[in-house]
């Protein structure tokens, strides 16, 4: 029995809390990383890391500091071999995210994206905003 609670993290969300160190994204990544294990998927990582090179990013983290960003990520996750393929979003990027958490047996999807929040929940995933599981953890919290 694993003792982690396992997070798939969109690109949305992970974008926002490079960006925004305050932000409830922010919150919840480093929550994820601490407290959990984050899944990453070769195709997440490659999505991850195009939308990062854009120059319109330049006016709110350096370069550098988005690789160092991208690093510590690709240190700490679990990158995961997708071993189900899923068609069930309009867009085929959210059916990536879907893939990664069945294949990677994760607890939580979380995310920005309504075509995945209505979805919720997916094969026994919770799919959730930043704010909603924030929620979640606090309420856990108080309960322990």
Known sequence: MRNKLRYV?????IISALLFETSKPAKVFKYALKNGEILLSVELLEELNNVLRREKFNRYVT?????EFLETLVDRAILVEITEEVKVCRDPKDDRILELAISGRADYIISGDRDLLVLNPFRGVKVVTAEEFLQTVQTEQLNE
């Open 9 to 13: 993290v969109d690109t949305n969300v």
């Open 63 to 67: 370069s550098e500091e988005r690789e």
